[in-house]
């Protein structure tokens, strides 16, 4: 691919209802490139519980309510378009897989006619789309492996693997964003490179926090199965007078935590609003549990935090060991709080040093040229 390129066709998540990696480095393109960005169902069928029901209905909302490039609170870039096609939640049905092609080949077929735009570079962070690849007539197709979905709770991990697998074959290039993903990707596709997230220097470069009457931590990001909750309750219990505020969704049984009075869940904070809920912080964690899943992966949020230039302290996960001139890496739960209390009588709260090289190396228009650069030379 040249830089002068046309146009990418993307399938990604909701576009602007998470901040998510793929959105990060599309954005940096949409000034010069048009996009025509496929949203996809979930990799998992829903099951009769509250939070499926209401995602679905979510999802239905935004097919038959919603238009395109109007989400609610959010804007979308003018050389983004997103498009929402009817798909059915059920990969592992012949039936469903060629209604779900078929109503995504409408769907951009619909978006593209008349467009002088023509889309040479299709690129793919979803593990079940392999169906699609030959529906836009791209030149070159780019699998962005950012997670291991198989390990996700609930999912058909046979079922998604078999999916994936075809995904890779099919694809030109893979792209992963941890060690683990390129490990096992290359030994399927030799075109595969190690490609690590970015962040947005400008938006996470806050000042100092402004009071020091008590220590504030922060945690953001969705609370599920993966955030290791005894971590927070002996930050809770074990703190003179700190405080712990998370934010963002909570996907899974928290009744361990609800009990402690310093512990604050605030639930969904939108990207463009999130600089301004954490400024006050003062150490950021990252308390994750040490699993087959979180081994796998790289979290986006870590290089943000790093960028607030607040203390970080994190579980061991092997891909931060990289980061460890800039962040306090912790390989057990007891470690990680007596860390954050030593933090909480030193500090220093705040190091302007500690975030000077992300924004030279690490920014997402640096991983801009990076893109550009390795799927040009394949």
């Known amino acids: 691919m040249s830089r002068d390129h046309d146009g990418f066709i993307v399938f990604g998540e909701d576009y602007g209802r998470r901040a998510h ?59 983004i378009k997103v498009i929402r096609p009817l798909m059915l939640p059920f990969f592992g049905s012949k039936i469903c897989r060629a209604f779900n092609k078929a109503s995504v080949a409408r769907s951009i077929k619909k978006a593209t006619t008349g467009n002088q735009t023509s889309y040479t570079t299709l690129i793919t962070s979803i593990p ?35 999916l994936e697998d075809e995904l890779i074959k099919k694809a030109d ?85 609800k009990g402690q009075k310093n512990i604050f869940f605030h639930g969904h904070v939108s990207y463009s609003e999130l600089p301004k809920v954490i400024e006050n912080g003062h150490i950021f964690i990252l308390p994750y549990k040490i699993n087959a899943l979180t081994r796998t992966i790289y979290p986006l949020k870590i290089k943000e935090y790093i960028m607030t230039g607040r203390p970080v302290v994190a579980t061991a996960l092997p891909d931060l060991e990289e980061l ?30 500690l975030r000077e090289s992300f924004k030279k190396s690490e920014s997402w228009s640096s991983k801009k040229e990076t893109f550009i650069n390795l799927i040009s030379a394949h």
């Open 21 to 79: 990696c793929l959105e990060h480095l599309m954005n940096q393109f949409s000034n010069d490139t048009q996009i025509l960005w496929v949203e996809t169902v979930g990799l998992r069928a829903p099951k009769l519980n509250l939070y499926d029901i209401k995602r679905s209905f979510q999802k239905l909302r935004s097919l038959f309510v919603s238009k395109e490039n109007n989400i609610e609170g959010f804007q979308v870039p003018d050389n």
């Open 173 to 257: 290039i893979v792209l992963t964003t941890s060690k683990h993903l390129y490990q096992t990707r290359i030994v399927k596709n030799p075109n595969t490179h190690m490609f690590t997230h970015g962040v947005d220097t400008a938006h996470f470069e806050l000042p100092p926090p402004k009071s020091h009457e008590r220590p504030i931590y922060i945690y953001y990001g969705i609370i599920d199965e993966r955030c290791d909750q005894e971590i927070l309750k002996n930050i809770a219990q074990r703190t003179d007078n700190g405080e712990i505020h998370i934010y963002g969704p909570v996907n899974c049984n928290i009744d361990n935590l």
């Open 324 to 353: 460890k001139s800039s962040i306090n890496i912790e390989a057990d739960a007891d470690g990680f709080v007596q860390k954050c209390l030593s933090i909480e009588k030193s500090g220093p709260f705040f190091s302007e040093t």
């Open 128 to 162: 079940n789309t392999g169906d699609f690849l030959d529906l836009a007539g791209a030149q070159k197709t780019i699998y962005y492996c950012v997670d291991e979905f198989k390990l996700w709770p609930l999912v058909d991990s046979k079922l998604l693997t078999g």
